[in-house]
């Protein structure tokens, strides 16, 4: 076997039983996490899945079952050691607050016994991976650090010895909502480079859908309910312990997974350009089976939605008649974000445009339901098949 | 680090010092300002007096010189002896294998501090069955261990668990993570501890002269026994100046040893 194809972490029977209680908190967890994927452990509070992930570190000391990352048994041997070789990041931060960034970030390098120059050039490398400029920041104590920018340190320090496997315990658990968000996405982008393999624990399902390559599903004493991709556990829940923990907005979930570029749009809609004769507008919506046209601009920007009726009134700009074509969306929207532009559209569909702007196509609520029906692989043949012209588009 | 005064039981609120009061003029030299005024003006006033044969015997340069070195001596030993004994205490009743000892050891302590000082000092006197110097420390000892006992444990329990958690998983020994994190830490606190027990120490040497130790107390208690309002004042204002004095020092020795960015 090749260390490629080899699993980064594996855990065998895994079982952790606290003196004192009967039943076992962690009850024989085994999982394969490959090289370079992120696992997301989820569940209600209590599950097990904090305790699981203090497992693999050894912060808490398996009862038995075995620990193998990297194809080496880590089970016994100095805990310290091993965690040195394990990044971890935790919500509370952990920065230690007597210590300024640069040393805060330097921690596990210098008990690895790097040397000075060489930690400071990591440190400040780290920093701008994360985003903040190092002379800025590299000095500074974490109480003068905002909750973004001290989750930020946290994940650089994690990575400070480059560790090929990371634990995240609800890193961006205590964040506002739009930080959140922010810290996500940059941390994904950051994944792409990096490419650890990564176990990230969090109660909120959709954060687990979001960050996840795999999410492992927990019930009581961590057993594994579902363990698989994100749109398999949206589209097949195990069970329902998994559909009810998904929740009731599973197929709006979805939506957040698939983008527009994935899906088929409409392109049959009849456009013309701003500049061109009402006549030949006229005529070219009356031989479609459409009720309104898409009018552009010379850069086939779209700019009106036009009717019949609009098209008749003469002697009028047709920069003026009509309705306004908002609701615009890109390729690489979500359908998530395509739903919410025409539902607060005119016409209940939503223009998307390329990068710069000009007309692609539309998708329209069929569009969307047959793409959600696509992914619960229901027959998704017969949906296009049936799919009808969306004659009321302009209204 | 919270804002909140850490208590010490029986001995009243402690103020923690903070580092970003160091910048605070005032509280700098507010103090020494005071102190040289107090101890002039006393100065002054005992040279204007007519001073009888009781002043000059008691009042003497060397009297004082060594009075107060006597009663600095007290205090210094002893409150370093509890330092020695009390730190060490007070981070082995932190450690986890250890929290079954906590009542026992501060009952113990709490007997000590309990017990009205003068009471304390006799029974130690009693039990010895000599005077001088030794008996007096030790009861000073027993007198003032339960604040900086109890501010070590308070000082390192405060510390919150998420950074001790993330010290362990990132690979630091428990040693380590005492050393550089715990500890330095509860520097604050412990600090705050340690002035109190200067403080009592100071206070309570004044009754070393009832066995036969010495210090201010001789010169205060000359001024009752023989009515010399003269010698009463100034042996009270050497021993409440020289607690002030003690505190200050301690106060600004806190501060340059509390932990930046807390």
């Given amino acids: 076997m090749t260390t490629s194809e080899r699993p980064m972490i594996e855990l065998v029977e895994l079982t952790k039983t606290f003196p004192g209680q009967r039943k076992p908190a962690v009850d024989k967890l085994s999982m394969s996490i490959e090289r370079g994927e992120i696992v997301v452990f989820v569940g209600p509070s209590g599950c097990g899945k904090t305790t699981s992930m203090e497992l693999i570190n050894r912060l808490i000391e398996p009862s038995s079952g075995h620990i193998i990352i990297d194809?080496?048994?880590?089970?016994?041997?100095?805990?310290?050691?091993?965690?040195?070789?394990?990044?971890?990041?935790?919500?509370?931060?952990?920065?230690?607050?007597?210590?300024?960034?640069?040393?805060?970030?330097?921690?596990?390098?210098?008990?690895?016994?790097?040397?000075?120059?060489?930690?400071?050039?990591?440190?400040?490398?780290?920093?701008?991976?994360?985003?903040?400029?190092?002379?800025?920041y590299r000095d500074r104590y974490p109480k003068e650090l905002s909750g973004g920018q001290r989750q930020r340190v946290g994940v650089a320090r994690a990575m400070a010895a480059d560790p090929p496997v990371m634990l995240m315990d609800e890193p961006f658990g205590a964040i506002d909502p739009i930080t959140r968000d922010r810290l996500q996405n940059e941390f994904l982008r950051l994944q792409a480079e990096i490419q650890k393999t990564i176990i990230f624990v969090t109660h909120d399902i959709d954060e687990a859908i979001k960050m996840g390559d795999r999410i492992a599903v927990l019930r009581e004493q961590s057993h594994i309910a579902q363990f698989d991709t994100p749109e398999k556990i949206l589209s097949e829940p195990a069970d329902d312990y998994v559909a009810d923990f998904i929740g009731a907005g599973a197929s709006l979930k979805r939506l957040n997974l698939s983008r527009i570029r994935d899906v088929e749009m409409t392109t049959d809609t009849p456009t013309g350009l701003l500049s061109e004769e009402t006549a030949a507008l006229r005529q070219r919506l009356l031989e479609s089976d459409w009720t309104a046209m898409l009018l552009l601009d010379e850069q086939r920007r779209p700019r009106r939605w036009v009717t019949i009726g609009d098209l008749r009134r003469e002697g009028r700009s047709l920069d003026t008649v009509g309705l306004p074509a908002h609701a615009v969306v890109e390729g690489h929207s979500t359908l998530a974000d395509a739903l919410n532009e025409l539902i607060e559209s005119n016409g209940g569909v939503a223009v998307v445009v390329d990068a710069k702007g000009a007309y692609q196509g539309i998708v329209d609520l069929e569009t969307i339901m047959v793409a959600v029906r696509a992914m619960r692989e229901e027959h998704s043949a017969f949906y296009l098949a049936q799919k009808q012209q969306p004659e009321d588009a302009a209204r | 680090m919270t804002d909140a005064p850490v208590v010490a039981s029986g001995t009243g609120p402690l103020k923690v010092e903070r580092a970003s009061d160091r910048g605070s003029v005032l509280s700098w030299v507010g103090m020494p300002i005071f102190l040289a005024v107090v101890f002039t003006g006393t100065y002054l006033w005992v040279q204007s007096q007519e001073l009888g044969g009781v002043e000059q015997r008691v009042l003497t340069r060397a009297q004082l010189t060594s009075r107060t070195i006597q009663h600095l001596e007290l205090t210094a030993v002893s409150t370093l002896i509890v330092i020695l004994i009390a730190i060490p205490l007070g981070v082995l009743l932190t450690r986890p294998f250890a929290r079954s000892l906590v009542p026992v050891v501060l009952a113990v302590a709490n007997i000590g501090q309990g017990i009205p000082s003068l009471g304390l000092l006799a029974i130690i006197f009693v039990a010895f069955g000599q005077l001088g110097f030794t008996p007096v420390v030790l009861g000073l000892v027993a007198y003032s261990t339960l604040p900086i006992l109890r501010n070590t444990m308070v000082g390192l329990q405060q510390v919150d668990p998420s950074l001790i958690k993330a010290s362990r998983g990132m690979g630091m020994s428990s040693l380590a993570i005492l050393l550089r994190v715990e500890l330095p830490l509860a520097v604050p606190v412990m600090i705050a501890g340690i002035r109190t027990a200067l403080i009592i120490n100071v206070g309570t040497a004044t009754l070393a002269t009832f066995f036969g130790a010495g210090g201010l107390g001789y010169?205060?208690?000359?001024?009752?026994?023989?009515?010399?309002?003269?010698?009463?004042?100034?042996?009270?204002?050497?021993?409440?100046?020289?607690?002030?004095?003690?505190?200050?020092?301690?106060?600004?020795v806190g501060r340059l040893l509390a932990p930046r960015g807390l």
């Fill in chain 2, 219 to 252: 010169i205060v208690y000359n001024g009752i026994t023989l009515n010399r309002t003269t010698v009463l004042i100034t042996g009270v204002v050497l021993v409440s100046g020289l607690a002030l004095v003690v505190d200050y020092l301690a106060g600004v």
């Fill in chain 1, 71 to 136: 194809g080496e048994d880590v089970t016994n041997g100095d805990p310290d050691e091993l965690r040195r070789r394990i990044g971890y990041v935790i919500q509370e931060t952990g920065l230690l607050p007597h210590r300024t960034i640069a040393q805060n970030i330097g921690t596990v390098p210098k008990l690895l016994g790097w040397d000075k120059a060489r930690i400071s050039a990591r440190v400040d490398e780290l920093l701008g991976m994360v985003g903040m400029d190092p002379q800025v």
